[in-house]
């Protein structure tokens, strides 16, 4: 008796296992938390760039989000090109295959049971039809994963650091400032015209048509760095960097979220990328730079192409407001922050 019961109630158990890990409320936590205030979101809208309804935000329905990189492109191709339409074909051939074998092979039309036991042709059909259809999906999903990791060489870098429970965002190219970044209360995002829960105070500030390198980490627990639109996500780990990239060339903003569960606050750490025009960001980048006292000389110059190596024994995270080592060849500001044109 005991033991089907056990037997009963133990898979139940093991179902509901991981449940107890959703209820935490303000379980402690490893890491310290910080307390995280929104700055005063500036009045002044020109600074900010309205989003456009539809684009690098949800659209309520149960279609990706319009592509904006190239990447993106080539995925949502995949997708709803090749996935899509083969699980369509295929789901709908079981089906009929289904329906005509419960009609043709019932018992009533059959008294004598059929002895067939095996059919060489249907066999290798079974067999070569799927093989087929594996290597036609392989092709272009190797072929985007192939490209997914071989980036153009990068013509900004910028860190984003996961914090319990907001992003850092730091910019080594142009001197190393780094600012933090917060998820806007409701009436805030309504000021802005942003969608609730995913704009921020601070946004990431990058020009258009320019390759983004994004190197990826954090300072507490595992997050991940996820924006929809660009076919970006990748996990934010502490001690280590991992890196990922994206190219938007129309001008305007662009959500995502952290898309690792790390804590209670875990849906309210949203992502907001400005794309702006390269002379924007050239002024956007010079007040940043004044904000913290970085001389334009001291900024390592972009057009050098002098990414920081990536390791993953760098200390983490990076101490905001470091300036880049003297000795480097200089260039005016907006030569520097402007990314070289697309190919
Ligand atoms: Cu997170």
Redesign the pocket.
Known sequence: MMRNLSRLFLPLLIALAPLPAFAQTDAPIAAPVETVTTAPVPTATPQFTAPTAGIGQPGGGIQLQTPVTPIGVEAQYLANGVLNPLMAATSVFVLILLAWTVFRYRAAANPVASKTSHNTVVEVVWTLVPVLILVWIAVPSFRLLANQYSPPKADITIKAI?H??YWEYEYPDQGGFSFDSVMLTDAESAKRGSPKLLDTDNRIVVPAGATVKVLTT?AD????FAVPSFWVKMD?VPGRINETWFKVDRPGVYFGQ??????TK?AF?PIAVEVVTPARFAEWVAAKQAENGITPEAAVPAAAGQAPPVTGAAPLPAAPGVTAPAGNVTTPVAAAAAPTPAA
């Not at 952290?258 to 804590?263: D, F, I, K, V, Y």
């Open positions: 996961g319990q429970w954090a627990v595992i997050h991940s934010a952290c898309s690792e569960l790390c804590g875990h750490m």
